[in-house]
């Protein structure tokens, strides 16, 4: 089974802070996911990498800014915290070498910033 | 650009009845995937099935089925024999093939499913 973890369930920061959310994935993933959920907005994009150190700015990459080192792991980092980025943050993985591309997602990140 | 609409915020269904989910699409691309996703109070996004844009015959996984209409751009899921444990948010999303990099997934505003006895 695909797994895919993230660093916290829920993490609460004050304004202004430099906040790192991490993700692994442990199948050898290509491809690696930001999104944050809002309620009546569904998912929107961050951010995705499709190899390590390559990243692409999804549909509101605004704020954030994103680290890819190593193939199993995807770093989001808001550089200054605003309270407009408290939200859920999920992270998912896919490899488009297995023919649907399916993004598995890890649990979610609940970040609140005060 | 890609669109996913699904217009029901929210759908009850007694136990043990079917119950169908509307999800309509919009893309200019002639290659595309449609998955459905389903969300739990914990929060995690559990890939429930996925539907290719050339596939002949309508997927099915378990309880689940997808009607494929494409003519309509209409992706439904439909649930059979509904359990309380089915209750939760479904997402509808569509795949979006590009060159040179990841694919990306489109989703709907969800669906609230709330099971009843």
């Known amino acids: 089974d695909v797994k895919v973890t993230q660093s916290s369930r829920y993490l609460v920061k004050r304004t202004g802070e430099k906040v790192f959310l991490e993700c692994v994935q442990d199948?050898?993933?290509?491809?690696m996911f930001w999104y944050r959920q809002d309620p009546g907005l569904g998912l929107r994009l961050i951010y995705f990498s499709y190899d390590v150190k390559m990243k692409e700015k999804g549909d509101i990459p605004e704020g954030y800014s994103v680290s890819r080192e190593k193939k199993e792991r995807f770093s989001l980092i808001l550089e200054s915290a605003s309270t407009n980025q408290t939200s859920m943050y999920l992270c998912?993985?896919?490899?488009?070498?297995?023919?649907?591309?399916?993004?598995?997602f890890g649990p979610g990140t609940r970040l609140t910033v005060l | 650009a890609q669109k996913i609409t699904q217009t029901q915020p929210g759908m009850f269904v007694q136990e043990k009845e079917a119950v169908t989910l509307d999800c309509t699409y919009d893309t200019s691309d002639p290659s595309y995937g449609l998955f459905w996703y389903k969300q739990p109070s914990s929060g995690e996004m559990i890939f429930l099935i996925y539907?290719?844009?050339?596939?002949?015959q309508n997927a099915t996984e378990g309880r689940y089925s997808l009607n494929f209409q494409k003519a309509r751009k209409s992706a439904n899921l439909v649930i059979s024999a509904s359990q309380l444990g089915d209750s939760a948010m479904y997402f509808c999303?569509?795949?979006?093939?590009?060159?040179?990099?990841?694919?990306?997934?489109?989703f709907g505003t969800g669906t609230r499913l709330q099971v009843t006895l």
């Open positions: 199948m050898d993933h290509e491809n």
């Open positions: 999303a569509m795949r979006e093939d590009l060159t040179g990099t990841a694919s990306k997934l489109t």
């Open positions: 998912a993985s896919s490899d488009p070498g297995r023919g649907t591309d399916t993004q598995y």
């Open positions: 539907q290719g844009s050339y596939d002949q």
